[in-house]
Each structure stands twice: as C-alpha cells, then as structure tokens.
C-alpha cells in the first residue's frame, strides 16, 4: 500500500516535471520492494538517507529555498553551447558499476584549468573496460580512442555541455587531435599546486551537491607524493607532513598498487578520489613520475591509468618492502553545553546549519579493494559517492555512538511508520543525550517522539488521519541533522589526518 502510493506521488511529479522528487520517489519505492522481498542488498540508511533528500527537495520546493533548475531536476541531460575549447588529457578513468554498467571515463583540462568529461559507459560488466578504452571518442571525429585522448589533446569548436561539465557529442561539434600536456607543465600542473587542505574542502562541498549540477572532478585530490610502503593492504604515500592511503577498485589497480608498494622512495604524482567516510584515504585512478623515477614505455607519456594500464616491476626502481602501522582511529569526543536550539526549530534549513556534534569512528582500510558501488543510471556511473539523482545512494559517513538512538528512531520511523514512534518511549534516550550535553540531538529525539503521540480521535475513539506538518518535520529536522553531523565529522576527520599539527 505504502509502494503504491510512493509510486503514484512519483508519477504525479514527473507529470508536473519535477523530476528530482520523481527520481527520489522511484528509489524508495525500489528500497520499500527490496526490504519486503528480503533481498540482500536493501539498506535501512540508503532508504533513510533518501527519504530525508526527497522530504528536503519537497519543503525546499514548497518554500522556495534554493536554486529551483537544481530542485526541479530534469528528465534528459541539458546541454548547452559552450564554443571552442583547447582541452589536455589528464587521465582515463575505469568504471564498473555493480548495477551492470562498465566502461572508462576520459578527464580533460582546459587552458583555464577547467575539469571536463567525456564518459563512454554501457551496459555491461569489467568486460567493457577495455572495449570502451580502446574505442573511439563519441565528441568529433577526432580518430582517439578513450586511451589515447588521456594521454593526448583535443581542439573543440562548437561544443555544448551540460552542468557538471560532461561534453557532448552532438552532430554539430567538431573536434580534431591535438598534442596533449605533461602532469608538470601548464595548464595541467596547476591542479597540483591547490593545497591539499583547500582540496579536501573542495571534495566535501562537492558532496552537498545534486550530480547533475556537480562540477566535473571536483572529488579528486592532486597529490605530489613520495611512496613510503604498503599499510593495511593499502599504497600509504606522504604529501608534505601528511600521509595518506591509496587504495583500488579492481584487479588492474590492485595489482599496480603492489607494485608501486614495493619502490619506497619513489616521487609520484597522484590523481584519486577523496572517500569521505575514510579519512586520509583515496581511490587511487592515475599516477605519473619523472624518467628517473618511474620508466615506463613511450606511448605511456610518463603516466599510468592505474584501471587500464598493466605496471611492471621492471618500470620502478625495487626496494625493501616496508609494512607501516594504520592510521589511528579518531577518537570520539562530546560537546559540552553550549548547543542551542535551531534545530529544533520548524524550519528545516537550521537544521542543515548547525550541526556540530561529537566525534566518529572511522574503518581503517583492511585490504586494497573499495567496495565501490555506482548507479544504475549509466550517465552517473562514473560518479562516487552517489548523487540524489541516481537510482541508488550509497551512504558512506558513519554515525557516532551518542547519535545512534537518534539515528535508529528515524530508521525505524523510515521502515515502519508513525505508529512505531508512537508505541515506543525514548525519554530514557533523551536524558542521556541531555546528560552529555547534546541537548540539540535530546530536544530533536523530543520533538519526533511528541508530535507522533500527538494524534486525535474520533467520536469512536479511532484514530483520525492526520494531514498536518509537524510530524513529518520533526523526522526531516532529525535526519537533516544527523547527515549534517556526519558530514561535518567526516571532513573534520580527513582534515585531521592531513594537517600537520601546529
């Protein structure tokens, strides 16, 4: 019943072409269909987490708050004219999406130091990687595969692209090979000269933002590192005073992690991924070093795609393999008093403001492959960590011990409904959020517990439908600021483990 009706308010909004709420009803509606079929792969907090996104698009809607190109959504990808562009291949990137979608992603840098995209993704498994690396490039008849525009350029008049900066590929465009750009030489090496810092500042406020509006490779990190060994089943490299973690996402990566592992010393240059729920830790996609550091083939051009090329030991200099401890786990600690009210106030919006609570633990990574799951939808496949828009979120920020009665009610609430809130007491909760001095998260926990109780009856003591906001808001106030929390506590914690202390 509860599908159902999911599915005709789906219907309803792709009638009125608000696409990102129908997108984000579709996605429950899956959710709510994988937990009744008992299917493994169903997820409380991806179903959680999505529910918490649709009420957001939907009260920002109905308030007017934000940017409304990026809360209607739209059903086909925009692209608009962008002119002419002279673009350097950065990298080519490998993607396999456990949905059922494989091919590579090619980044390009324009003369400005501008990311963009050319995706090459369809339906299928690993077996696609190489077929779309090595295949032609759709934008132009340029006569580049994938594999060699990564290494290459490309000189492009009248192209059009969308908002993330993905190119396209209309009959109009025209494209022709060109000489691409050294990792070291303009414009490609000003991407390494952004400190690392106001990198993962970057990465985290990408995070916050729908896929299709999100700029392409504003996620990567541009690190200039010396390999120091293997810790954890990951490629441990220090940048400056911080060291950080690379580890893979296939076969291919694995294997040229361990052969990078065993040449401590070696001076590399990195492009990876920032993984928000693992501090100082990134999926490692391309790495490149000087002649003397890193020998590899001509038609290499000093780069390796670490998903697509195969790295041999006969290409770095050998040493003595080093295995080095794991980083730390962060330690948890607990504000004190001085947390006030807005978020307990109806709007929701101070919810996503002031959100600034305890500590979190963090995995350290145990062996080099991610788990790293994409959406079902090709044109997002290459993205990580899932957007809004895809047909499946991936929820990758843990939740502290001193939020989790906060975090199991709204999933209860999410899986159950009203009544569960309703027939349940969480005053023992609430005082011992109030006894730690969280008294934000206590007066949220509150709020949800009252306004499910706070239901009238009819003359024959039936309890009437109740159409009013106030229940759905105290749940959307209390999912808004635990992603908040955790989102705020996942850069914290990255920042922490790549910032020398003072």
């Given amino acids: 019943m509860v599908r159902a009706e999911v599915l005709r308010a789906a219907h309803t909004a792709r009638v009125a072409g608000l696409h990102r709420a129908a997108a984000g009803g579709l996605r429950i509606a899956a959710s709510l269909a994988a937990g009744r079929a008992g299917d493994s792969a169903f997820d409380r907090e991806v179903l959680a987490a999505d529910l918490v996104d649709l009420m957001l698009v939907c009260h920002d809607l109905r308030t007017g708050h934000g940017d409304p190109a990026e809360l209607r959504g739209t059903a086909r990808r925009e692209y608009r004219p962008i002119g002419s562009l002279r673009l350097y291949g950065l990298c080519t990137e490998a993607v396999v999406a456990a949905t059922g979608y494989g091919g590579v992603v090619t980044h390009l840098v324009d003369q400005g130091g501008t990311l963009w995209t050319i995706p090459a993704i369809t339906p299928g498994g690993a077996e696609r990687v190489p077929a779309a690396a090595n295949g032609p490039v759709a934008v132009g008849e340029s006569g580049l595969t994938h594999r060699g525009l990564g290494r290459a350029g490309l000189l492009l008049s009248g192209g059009t692209a969308s908002a993330d900066r993905r190119l396209g590929a209309g009959k109009a465009v025209r494209a022709v090979a060109a000489s691409g750009a050294a990792w070291d030489a303009p414009p490609l090496a000003d991407l390494w000269a952004q400190p690392l810092a106001d990198q993962v500042t970057r990465a985290f406020a990408a995070d916050t933002r729908p896929d299709a509006h999100r700029p392409a490779g504003a996620d990567l990190l541009f690190l200039d590192a010396t390999v120091l060994g293997a810790a954890a089943g990951a490629l441990r490299v220090s940048t400056g005073d911080a060291h950080i973690d ?257």
């Fill in 246 to 502: 690379l580890v893979a996402d296939g076969g291919r990566s694995l294997d040229n992690l361990r052969v990078l592992a065993g040449a401590a010393g070696l001076r590399l240059r990195v492009v990876a991924r920032l993984l928000p729920d693992r501090p100082a830790t990134a999926l490692a996609i391309a790495v490149s070093g000087a002649p003397e550091h890193l020998s590899l083939p001509v038609d290499h051009h000093g780069r390796v795609d670490l998903g697509l090329d195969h790295l041999q030991r006969s290409h770095v200099v050998p040493t003595e393999p080093r295995d080095l401890p794991t980083h730390p786990e962060p330690t948890h600690h607990t504000s004190t008093g001085s947390e006030a009210a807005p978020c307990a106030s109806t709007d929701p919006e101070h919810a996503r403001r002031t959100s600034t609570e305890p500590g979190q633990t963090h995995r350290t990574p145990t062996d080099f492959e991610l788990s790293h799951s994409s959406p079902a939808d090709p044109e997002q496949a290459h993205r990580s960590p899932a957007d809004p828009e895809s047909t499946r979120r991936m929820v990758t920020h843990r939740t502290p011990a001193p939020l989790r009665p906060l975090e199991l009610l709204l999933h209860r609430i999410a899986l159950g409904g009203r009544a569960v809130a309703a027939t349940s007491t969480a005053a023992r909760e609430i005082a011992a959020l109030t006894g730690n001095g969280l008294t934000t998260t206590a007066s949220l926990l509150a709020d949800i517990a009252a306004t499910a109780r706070d239901r009238e009856r009819d003359a024959f003591g039936r309890v009437v439908r109740d159409t009013g906001d106030a229940f759905p808001l105290a749940w959307l106030r209390g999912g808004l600021h635990l992603r908040e929390v955790n989102r705020a506590l996942a850069r914290r914690a990255w920042l922490a483990a790549t910032t020398p202390p003072t």
